[in-house]
């Protein structure tokens, strides 16, 4: 720990980074998101790491005899891009690989097919077309082209809520007035929920994420996408694509479970007895009696309750899981009337307040699979969860007999993810009409696809391969090589009317893409400049930074119709639409794809 905060403190006395460097020992790799130099040891003969080697430095004597080359390069692995390898290497790594183990047991589930969420194929290779054609574009006719689409075809569009001329309308009124639609019960479940996301953090900085979740939770709730029926409440599967450590996959989980307990009980306090409500859950959620034995006894029992599937899908390894802090289920002691138990004099059983009392525990039913969602087949993953529990639990005890709902939720997915995201769920429908036509669907289908929640982000990831509204685009004239411009401006998006300097000491700032940095001493957030592209990119003459922000909203608006017109035309979703979900002073990324079937 000394050596990591080894410069910060130098920095902070005054010295140079030439005379830090002159006692420093380790890595010389400035890593400049965390301000500080890799803690690794050198490689032999070098003054960085393994890992930080620059391609053009002449490797360790030992690689140098192996590979009989002078120059030897590392590259990222195919299998896993988070860790570099040296190129001579590729072939035995791949053998041994972590990775390679994880996928290979997918492959043998079937949950790992190659490409299955990728894009069709286009007729001409993409990236000759772009290189060719791109700079034979004129930015001013592109821009035009752009306003012109974003008029006459988005904004009329039913599929887009609170949209003016310049862009979606997203201040704290029109969130709130959304909000204000749900009922009180839920919004003081989301209340407990937030507070459980809060913890013992207070900085807007560290909170704002929390409040994002919770922003998502209120529209799935306002757009039905929750299920709040204890007849049917585990027809619903989510799946968080893109999870990271998977916190709006637990904030869905955890109000689940307050709820179930809310529900639970207020018919402890109410007229419904709490075994009509048990008896409700009993067929759908399932409820196991600890021991056989306390079925029909006086003693106290224990019973189980499983809220609605969460599945966690991401391609990295992640620390502090959020899963892992909903390991310590929910318990609640509940008393039940005797007809639970097959008695009918419920009076006197109540009356002293010592009849049958059970244990409820409510349990997490979550599952996490190291997957990147390009070749995550989504209807074998849900039947090889589905059949898992019937071969760990008796069939009456926790039936699979119905068909699941599958809803997608992800916040701020960056880019191409979005796009294989949903077409997942086409390729699941596909998959369904292919066992109708076949005649192999005697039984009801596993999973059904039902919903979208995806607040989208990072739309200058996107390509035209995966676009999922490539055809839309294409019939109102767009190529490949201006939607690989527009794809770029939609960054200026994320511009800050007035420039702002970052307050560390760093070099002068220039106009460009912002990100949002936390400064860790005081839990600030600081908007900073990045370096903008590279000078050959094409961009307009002439343009405000405000007009650039107003283009990047519109770009951003235009990608996001493609898909809003894919999920109701292609997946024909019934209800489709693209909106903000909380205030841009919370985010500027504050635009959620809503869909249901």
């Not at 965390?34 to 620059?54: E, F, V």
């Not at 760990?392 to 926790?398: A, G, I, L, T």
Request: charged letters at 25%; aromatic letters at 6%.
């Amino acid at each position: 720990r000394k050596r990591k905060n080894y410069i910060q403190e130098g920095l902070k006395d005054g010295k140079t980074m030439e005379q830090l460097l002159e006692n420093w020992t380790q890595c010389c790799f400035l890593m400049k998101k965390k301000n500080r130099l890799c803690n690794m040891g050198r490689a032999t003969g070098s003054l960085y790491c393994g890992i930080h080697q620059p391609e053009d430095e002449v490797r360790s004597t030992r690689i140098q005899h192996d590979s009989g080359k002078k120059n030897v390069k590392r590259i990222p692995c195919p299998k896993d891009p988070s860790h570099t390898i040296y190129e001579h290497n590729l072939k035995s790594h791949l053998k041994i690989c972590n990775v390679t183990s994880i996928q290979n047991n997918f492959e043998k589930e079937g949950i790992y097919c190659e490409n299955c969420n990728s894009g069709p194929a286009c007729e001409v290779e993409v990236e000759v077309e772009i290189n060719d054609n791109k700079n034979n574009i004129d930015a001013d006719s592109l821009l035009l082209k752009i306003r012109n689409c974003y008029s006459k075809h988005v904004v009329p569009s039913d599929l887009i809520a609170n949209l003016n001329s310049t862009g979606l309308h997203s201040d704290a009124n029109t969130c709130e007035n959304v909000y204000s639609q749900i009922s009180n019960e839920s919004n003081e479940v989301c209340r407990s929920v937030l507070e459980d996301l809060k913890g013992t953090q207070v900085s807007i900085a560290r909170t704002r994420h929390a409040e994002q979740d919770i922003a998502v939770l209120k529209y799935m709730i306002n757009n039905d996408l929750i299920n709040h029926n204890l007849d049917s409440i585990d027809e619903y599967v989510y799946a968080e694509y893109g999870a990271g450590r998977g916190y709006l996959g637990y904030a869905i989980h955890l109000y689940y479970q307050l709820y179930i307990k809310e529900q639970l009980s207020n018919a402890t306090t109410s007229t419904t007895s709490v075994s009509s409500k048990l008896s409700k859950l009993k067929d759908v959620v399932y409820i196991e009696n600890e021991s056989d034995n306390n079925k029909n006894t006086d003693e106290s029992a224990t019973i189980t309750v499983y809220p609605p599937k969460l599945l966690l899908i991401e391609r990295s390894g992640v620390r502090r899981k959020a899963e892992n802090r909903s390991a310590a289920s929910l318990t609640l002691a509940l008393p039940l009337d005797d007809n639970s138990s097959g008695n009918s004099n419920d009076n006197n059983s109540n009356s002293n307040g010592t009849g049958n009392s059970k244990s409820l525990t409510i349990a997490n039913n979550s599952a996490r699979y190291r997957l990147d969602i390009r070749h995550c087949y989504l209807p074998a993953l849900c039947k090889s969860i589905f059949e898992a529990n019937n071969e760990q639990n008796k069939p009456e005890s926790r039936p699979e007999t119905r068909s699941k709902k599958i809803i997608i939720a992800a916040k701020h997915l960056c880019g191409v993810a979005t796009d294989m995201s949903i077409r997942s769920l086409y390729t699941l429908k596909q998959s369904n009409e292919t066992d109708r036509k076949d005649g192999t669907d005697t039984e009801p289908h596993v999973a059904v696809p039902h919903g979208v929640s995806i607040a989208t982000c990072c739309h200058h990831a996107c390509n035209w391969t995966d676009y999922l509204g490539r055809d839309w685009l294409a019939s109102l004239g767009f190529t490949a090589a201006e939607f690989d411009i527009m794809k770029s401006w939609s960054g200026w998006a994320t511009l800050t009317p007035v420039l702002v300097h970052s307050t560390r000491n760093t070099a002068t700032t220039v106009t460009g893409a912002t990100t949002t940095a936390t400064n860790d001493s005081t839990g600030t957030t600081e908007e900073t400049e990045h370096t903008p592209a590279p000078t050959s990119t094409i961009r307009p003459s002439d343009l405000s930074r405000l007009e650039m922000i107003e283009i990047g909203q519109q770009i951003k608006c235009i990608i996001d119709h493609g898909r809003a017109y894919y999920m109701k035309h292609v997946l024909q979703m019934e209800y489709v639409c693209y909106t903000p979900y909380c205030s841009n002073t919370l985010t500027p990324e504050c635009r959620i794809l809503l869909g249901r079937a």
